[in-house]
Protein backbone atom coordinates (compact mmCIF):
# COMPACT_ATOMS: atom_id res chain seq x y z
CA UNK A 1 0.00 0.00 0.00
CA UNK A 2 1.20 3.27 -0.78
CA UNK A 3 1.02 6.33 0.57
CA UNK A 4 -0.32 8.94 -1.41
CA UNK A 5 -1.87 13.07 -1.60
CA UNK A 6 -4.90 13.49 -3.44
CA UNK A 7 -4.83 17.20 -4.37
CA UNK A 8 -8.48 19.05 -4.76
CA UNK A 9 -9.57 21.89 -7.06
CA UNK A 10 -11.07 25.04 -5.21
CA UNK A 11 -14.38 24.48 -6.75
CA UNK A 12 -14.60 20.55 -5.51
CA UNK A 13 -12.61 21.57 -1.61
CA UNK A 14 -16.37 22.07 -0.51
CA UNK A 15 -16.89 18.42 -1.17
CA UNK A 16 -14.08 17.84 1.45
CA UNK A 17 -14.18 19.70 4.48
CA UNK A 18 -12.27 22.75 2.40
CA UNK A 19 -9.00 20.31 1.99
CA UNK A 20 -6.68 21.60 -0.76
CA UNK A 21 -5.34 18.09 -0.29
CA UNK A 22 -5.63 14.46 1.15
CA UNK A 23 -3.63 12.27 2.29
CA UNK A 24 -4.58 8.15 1.59
CA UNK A 25 -3.46 4.83 1.60
CA UNK A 26 -3.99 3.02 -2.03
CA UNK A 27 -2.48 0.96 -4.32
CA UNK A 28 -3.90 2.08 -7.63
CA UNK A 29 -5.95 5.20 -8.83
CA UNK A 30 -9.43 3.33 -8.54
CA UNK A 31 -8.03 2.00 -5.01
CA UNK A 32 -7.79 5.74 -4.27
CA UNK A 33 -11.13 5.96 -5.09
CA UNK A 34 -12.67 3.70 -2.94
CA UNK A 35 -10.57 4.70 -0.20
CA UNK A 36 -11.58 8.16 -0.78
CA UNK A 37 -15.32 6.87 -0.75
CA UNK A 38 -15.43 6.25 2.68
CA UNK A 39 -13.91 9.54 3.76
CA UNK A 40 -15.56 12.29 1.44
CA UNK A 41 -18.55 9.84 -0.54
CA UNK A 42 -19.70 13.23 -1.78
CA UNK A 43 -16.03 14.16 -3.26
CA UNK A 44 -15.82 10.63 -4.77
CA UNK A 45 -19.35 11.17 -6.58
CA UNK A 46 -18.15 14.59 -8.24
CA UNK A 47 -15.21 13.13 -9.63
CA UNK A 48 -16.17 9.26 -10.69
CA UNK A 49 -19.25 8.20 -12.83
CA UNK A 50 -21.60 5.71 -10.34
CA UNK A 51 -19.83 2.85 -12.35
CA UNK A 52 -16.78 4.31 -11.16
CA UNK A 53 -15.05 6.25 -14.26
CA UNK A 54 -13.81 9.84 -14.23
CA UNK A 55 -16.77 12.17 -14.93
CA UNK A 56 -15.99 13.97 -18.30
CA UNK A 57 -15.80 17.35 -16.85
CA UNK A 58 -12.78 16.45 -14.84
CA UNK A 59 -9.33 14.97 -15.64
CA UNK A 60 -6.93 12.49 -13.08
CA UNK A 61 -3.37 12.99 -13.30
CA UNK A 62 -0.64 11.07 -11.97
CA UNK A 63 1.78 13.73 -11.48
CA UNK A 64 2.35 14.82 -14.85
CA UNK A 65 0.58 12.21 -16.77
CA UNK A 66 -3.26 12.04 -17.46
CA UNK A 67 -4.33 8.56 -16.55
CA UNK A 68 -5.73 7.94 -19.97
CA UNK A 69 -2.42 7.90 -20.86
CA UNK A 70 -1.44 5.53 -18.29
CA UNK A 71 -3.33 2.24 -17.56
CA UNK A 72 -6.37 4.93 -16.81
CA UNK A 73 -8.21 3.63 -13.67
CA UNK A 74 -6.32 0.28 -12.90
CA UNK A 75 -2.79 2.55 -12.67
CA UNK A 76 -0.66 1.46 -9.84
CA UNK A 77 0.13 3.88 -7.52
CA UNK A 78 3.97 4.75 -6.20
CA UNK A 79 4.69 5.47 -2.91
CA UNK A 80 4.73 9.05 -2.47
CA UNK A 81 2.92 9.96 -5.38
CA UNK A 82 0.83 12.71 -5.73
CA UNK A 83 -2.96 12.70 -7.66
CA UNK A 84 -4.32 15.92 -8.88
CA UNK A 85 -7.84 16.41 -9.94
CA UNK A 86 -8.21 19.37 -12.69
CA UNK A 87 -11.08 20.48 -14.12
CA UNK A 88 -12.21 20.82 -17.79
CA UNK A 89 -12.31 24.52 -18.38
CA UNK A 90 -14.56 26.05 -21.12
CA UNK A 91 -16.58 28.62 -22.50
CA UNK A 92 -16.90 30.97 -24.79
CA UNK A 93 -18.79 34.30 -26.07
CA UNK B 1 -20.78 41.62 -2.81
CA UNK B 2 -17.55 39.52 -3.97
CA UNK B 3 -14.53 41.50 -5.16
CA UNK B 4 -11.18 40.64 -7.57
CA UNK B 5 -8.08 42.86 -6.83
CA UNK B 6 -5.92 42.93 -10.27
CA UNK B 7 -2.58 45.34 -10.23
CA UNK B 8 -2.22 47.66 -13.27
CA UNK B 9 1.19 45.56 -14.14
CA UNK B 10 -1.25 43.03 -14.50
CA UNK B 11 -3.76 44.24 -15.84
CA UNK B 12 -1.58 45.54 -18.57
CA UNK B 13 -0.43 41.83 -19.01
CA UNK B 14 -4.11 40.91 -19.31
CA UNK B 15 -4.45 43.25 -22.11
CA UNK B 16 -1.00 42.34 -24.26
CA UNK B 17 -1.96 38.29 -23.72
CA UNK B 18 -5.26 39.28 -24.89
CA UNK B 19 -4.65 41.55 -27.31
CA UNK B 20 -2.07 39.16 -28.73
CA UNK B 21 -4.33 36.00 -29.24
CA UNK B 22 -7.05 38.40 -31.49
CA UNK B 23 -8.92 37.43 -33.60
CA UNK B 24 -9.07 34.14 -31.86
CA UNK B 25 -10.13 33.62 -28.16
CA UNK B 26 -7.63 33.53 -25.37
CA UNK B 27 -7.32 31.95 -22.10
CA UNK B 28 -5.64 31.54 -19.15
CA UNK B 29 -5.15 31.29 -15.49
CA UNK B 30 -5.30 33.62 -12.20
CA UNK B 31 -3.81 32.70 -9.51
CA UNK B 32 -3.26 34.57 -5.82
CA UNK B 33 -5.49 34.48 -2.46
CA UNK B 34 -9.17 34.03 -1.48
CA UNK B 35 -10.05 35.58 2.20
CA UNK B 36 -13.87 35.24 2.42
CA UNK B 37 -15.10 37.55 -0.42
CA UNK B 38 -12.05 38.97 -0.89
CA UNK B 39 -9.88 37.78 -4.06
CA UNK B 40 -6.38 38.74 -4.80
CA UNK B 41 -4.63 38.24 -8.00
CA UNK B 42 -1.02 37.59 -7.44
CA UNK B 43 0.07 35.68 -11.06
CA UNK B 44 -1.71 35.36 -14.52
CA UNK B 45 -0.99 32.47 -16.50
CA UNK B 46 -1.64 31.90 -20.49
CA UNK B 47 -2.79 28.91 -21.73
CA UNK B 48 -3.74 26.87 -25.26
CA UNK B 49 -6.87 27.12 -25.89
CA UNK B 50 -7.51 23.61 -27.72
CA UNK B 51 -10.72 24.25 -29.10
CA UNK B 52 -9.53 24.74 -33.23
CA UNK B 53 -12.59 24.27 -35.23
CA UNK B 54 -14.32 27.45 -33.08
CA UNK B 55 -11.54 29.49 -31.85
CA UNK B 56 -12.99 33.00 -32.29
CA UNK B 57 -15.77 31.62 -30.37
CA UNK B 58 -15.15 29.03 -28.03
CA UNK B 59 -12.32 28.08 -25.87
CA UNK B 60 -11.13 24.52 -23.94
CA UNK B 61 -8.01 25.43 -21.97
CA UNK B 62 -5.29 22.34 -21.98
CA UNK B 63 -5.83 20.84 -18.70
CA UNK B 64 -2.18 20.15 -19.25
CA UNK B 65 -1.34 23.80 -18.76
CA UNK B 66 -4.39 23.98 -15.76
CA UNK B 67 -2.17 21.50 -13.92
CA UNK B 68 0.90 23.26 -14.09
CA UNK B 69 -0.28 26.33 -13.13
CA UNK B 70 -2.09 24.47 -10.09
CA UNK B 71 1.34 22.71 -9.42
CA UNK B 72 3.29 26.66 -9.35
CA UNK B 73 0.19 28.13 -7.48
CA UNK B 74 0.44 25.72 -4.53
CA UNK B 75 4.64 25.36 -4.59
CA UNK B 76 3.96 29.47 -4.06
CA UNK B 77 1.45 28.53 -0.81
CA UNK B 78 -0.58 30.23 -3.11
CA UNK B 79 -4.20 28.98 -5.38
CA UNK B 80 -5.99 28.96 -8.32
CA UNK B 81 -8.23 31.71 -8.01
CA UNK B 82 -10.04 31.69 -11.15
CA UNK B 83 -9.84 31.84 -15.01
CA UNK B 84 -9.39 34.41 -17.69
CA UNK B 85 -10.65 34.37 -21.34
CA UNK B 86 -11.82 36.69 -24.14
CA UNK B 87 -14.59 37.81 -26.20
CA UNK B 88 -13.42 39.02 -29.36
CA UNK B 89 -15.99 41.39 -30.85
CA UNK B 90 -18.05 41.06 -28.11
CA UNK B 91 -18.66 42.45 -24.69
CA UNK B 92 -16.80 41.33 -21.63
CA UNK B 93 -20.47 39.70 -20.12
CA UNK B 94 -20.60 35.85 -19.77
CA UNK B 95 -22.35 33.88 -22.28
CA UNK B 96 -24.88 30.84 -21.88
CA UNK B 97 -21.72 28.41 -22.72
CA UNK B 98 -20.00 30.15 -20.37
CA UNK B 99 -22.34 29.71 -17.49
CA UNK B 100 -22.53 26.33 -18.17
CA UNK B 101 -19.36 25.29 -18.20
CA UNK B 102 -18.61 27.59 -15.21
CA UNK B 103 -17.03 25.94 -11.60
CA UNK B 104 -17.84 27.73 -8.24
CA UNK B 105 -15.70 29.33 -5.88
CA UNK B 106 -13.68 30.74 -9.01
CA UNK B 107 -13.60 33.89 -10.54
CA UNK B 108 -14.00 34.09 -14.30
CA UNK B 109 -12.46 37.27 -15.82
CA UNK B 110 -13.49 38.41 -19.00
CA UNK B 111 -11.61 40.64 -21.73
CA UNK B 112 -13.39 41.95 -24.16
CA UNK B 113 -11.18 42.85 -27.61
CA UNK B 114 -12.22 44.53 -30.46
CA UNK B 115 -10.43 45.08 -33.51
CA UNK B 116 -7.72 43.21 -31.67
CA UNK B 117 -7.62 46.04 -29.16
CA UNK B 118 -8.12 45.07 -25.35
CA UNK B 119 -10.83 47.16 -23.93
CA UNK B 120 -13.62 46.32 -20.84
CA UNK B 121 -12.50 43.61 -18.25
CA UNK B 122 -15.30 42.41 -16.27
CA UNK B 123 -15.25 39.49 -13.41
CA UNK B 124 -17.70 37.45 -12.95
CA UNK B 125 -18.43 34.33 -10.24
CA UNK B 126 -21.24 31.72 -10.10
CA UNK B 127 -24.37 31.72 -7.57
CA UNK B 128 -26.14 29.48 -7.71
CA UNK B 129 -26.14 28.38 -11.21
CA UNK B 130 -26.07 32.27 -12.32
CA UNK B 131 -23.10 34.71 -12.88
CA UNK B 132 -22.87 37.67 -10.39
CA UNK B 133 -20.40 40.24 -11.58
CA UNK B 134 -17.80 41.28 -8.99
CA UNK B 135 -16.20 44.33 -8.06
CA UNK B 136 -13.15 44.90 -9.91
CA UNK B 137 -10.52 46.49 -7.67
CA UNK B 138 -8.45 48.86 -8.20
Do not use: K
Not at chain 1, 60 to 72: A, K, M, P, R, W
Not at chain 2, 62 to 69: F, I, S, V
Not at chain 2, 71 to 100: F, K, M, N, Y
Request: glycine residues 6%.
Amino acid sequence: MSRVALRIPTPLRRFADGAAELELEANSIRHLFEVLQQHHPELRDQILTPEGEPRHFVNIYLESDNINTLQGMATPLPEAAVVSVIPAVAGGG
Amino acid sequence: MSSLSLSPTLRAELAALASGGYPYESCGVLIGQRAAERTAVTELTHARNRNSERAADRFDLDPEDLMRADRRAREAGLEIVGIWHTHPDHPACPSETDRQNAWPDWSYLIVSVNDGVAGEVRSWRLNCEHFVEEELEP
